[in-house]
């Protein structure tokens, strides 16, 4: 019997090991590559304008000083998402590198190790998200991952896109769409000439800065530096787009998601996308997650991530046989995506989020000295086959395949708590405290603790009473 599924190794390549001087910069690239794939655009670079500056709307905060290596990518993860914010019309202000440099929910690289965009989108579809400056001031020393709450949040950041490596139409329309769009790039001075930067070497990315508009006549992009306000151009920095390095890996963060729509996430994958196995002829592979919520929730919103060559895919929830959510979203690129649901469902109990994908599954595995993946027996993780419930590969540490027992899926779901007040609301509902019966003359019979106790047959009138509530619940019913 042919194998139906390989390691996907086109899309997803192995970064060499990086020098001493390499990691001091601050900016550590994926193990594995996400941007290495190409797509077809709408547009053309010709049709997008020839310079843009996103600071000329008001989206760009001014450059702030890292003062230490190590941060850089918290830094420019930050920078686009105020812009995003900003864009959007929010006024949040600075946001903190603080929390997210500090704290690596499933990571291991420390604060002066450094990090990269595919780390901060995994840190934030985890809801840790960025917080407000002035919650967690940056201190450039401190390491200490601080207590935090989503008081300390303006909001979530639910989306991003991992755009393909040395794609200016891509990078160019994101930083319109969004603001500013994070890139490594690998910094020397001896690569500066004037006011225009350009790497000509082999050399592997060191430093993560904002993009943040682009000039075509000088061939240049705006790049955002966190090196204090006095350096380049009130901290702007052009980078030739014959740049070696500055196109190579590029991240747009594309949804802002209040936080009155989630407070509670549910997820195996604690590093996000960490590779992805690709099925060779086949033309749907579904994953099923199973979660159990901590009481009685309402699911709001799910999420996965998305690799280079997935361009849909389609999100099902499945509660008790019953599947009052699905939908499909279209995927321009790689990266992560979350979608809401149309109407909010309560879940009480374990529910399902299935989702279809193409031939390709995003997924979890370890990587030493880098990431810190937790896996869990079978029983809550399948992927299924072209439908097929006779193809179902289980997934956990005692599956019999053992391809699939240091794996996880890359499912979220997302729910928010119900008010107390509700909660005791819908539970009078469902356990009236007394019941009237009537007779359809409208004949008072009898008061009983529970319409069970009444025992006659034919058709009655019930009037239910709930304790602590002034009206009552009136209805027809049939005893055979």
């Known amino acids: 019997m042919k194998n139906i599924y390989t390691i996907l190794t086109t899309a997803f390549l192995l970064v060499p090991m990086l020098s001493s001087a390499q990691m001091e910069g601050g900016f550590i690239p994926s193990p594995v590559d996400f941007h290495n794939y190409s797509v077809s655009h709408l547009k053309t670079t010709d049709e997008l304008p020839s310079k843009y500056d996103s600071r000329d709307f008001g989206y760009i905060t001014p450059s702030r000083n890292q003062v230490i290596a190590g941060t850089c990518w918290a830094f420019a ?158 901290g702007v920095l052009k980078i030739s787009y014959d740049d070696s390095v500055i196109m190579s890996d590029c991240t747009a963060f594309t949804t802002r998601v209040d936080k009155t729509e989630v407070t509670n996430a549910y997820y195996y994958d604690k590093s996000g996308m960490f590779g992805a196995r690709i099925w060779d002829g086949v033309e749907k592979m579904s994953t099923l997650s199973y979660f159990t919520p901590k009481g009685k929730e309402k699911l709001t919103r799910v999420g996965t991530y998305v690799a280079g060559n997935s361009t849909e895919i389609t999100f099902t929830v499945m509660i008790d046989s019953e599947i009052p959510f699905t939908k499909t979203i279209q995927c321009p690129y790689a990266g992560f995506y979350s979608v809401k649901l149309d109407n909010p469902v309560i879940v009480d109990n374990t529910f399902i989020v299935a989702v279809d994908y193409g031939n390709t599954v995003p997924l979890e595995s370890k990587n030493e000295d880098y990431n810190d993946p937790t896996f869990i027996p079978v029983g809550s993780q399948f992927i299924q086959v072209n439908g097929d419930d006779k193809q179902t590969i289980t997934i956990g540490t005692d599956a019999t395949d053992e391809r699939f027992r240091a794996v996880n899926l890359c499912t979220k779901a997302y729910t928010t708590d119900i008010p107390t007040e509700i909660k005791e609301e819908e539970s009078s509902e469902s356990e009236p405290e007394n019941v009237d019966v009537y007779g359809t003359d409208g004949r008072f019979i009898k008061n009983f603790k529970s319409k069970n106790d009444f025992l006659s047959k034919g058709l009655f009138i019930f009037v239910e009473h709930f304790k602590d509530k002034p009206q009552s619940k009136g209805y027809l019913e049939y005893r055979p």
């Open 77 to 234: 993860t930050c920078d686009a998402v105020e812009a995003l914010s900003n864009k959007l019309g929010y006024s949040d202000g600075y946001l903190s590198p603080q929390l997210m440099s500090n704290c690596h929910y499933g990571f291991l690289l420390t604060k002066t190790q450094g990090g990269n965009f595919e780390m901060a989108t995994s840190i934030m579809a985890n809801l840790q998200s960025l917080a407000y400056e002035d919650s967690f001031p940056y201190v450039a020393l401190d390491e200490v991952c601080p207590d935090f709450t989503p008081d300390d949040f303006p909001a979530y950041t639910l989306g991003a896109y991992f755009l393909p490596s040395g794609d200016i139409t891509a990078i160019k329309q994101c930083i319109m769409d969004y603001g500013a769009v994070g890139a490594s790039m690998f910094y020397d001075s001896k690569y500066l000439s004037g006011n225009v930067y350009k790497c000509t070497g082999e050399e592997a990315a060191n430093h993560a800065v904002s993009l943040i508009g682009w000039n075509d006549n000088e061939r240049v992009f705006l790049a955002k530096f966190n090196w204090g306000a006095s350096m380049f151009d009130n």
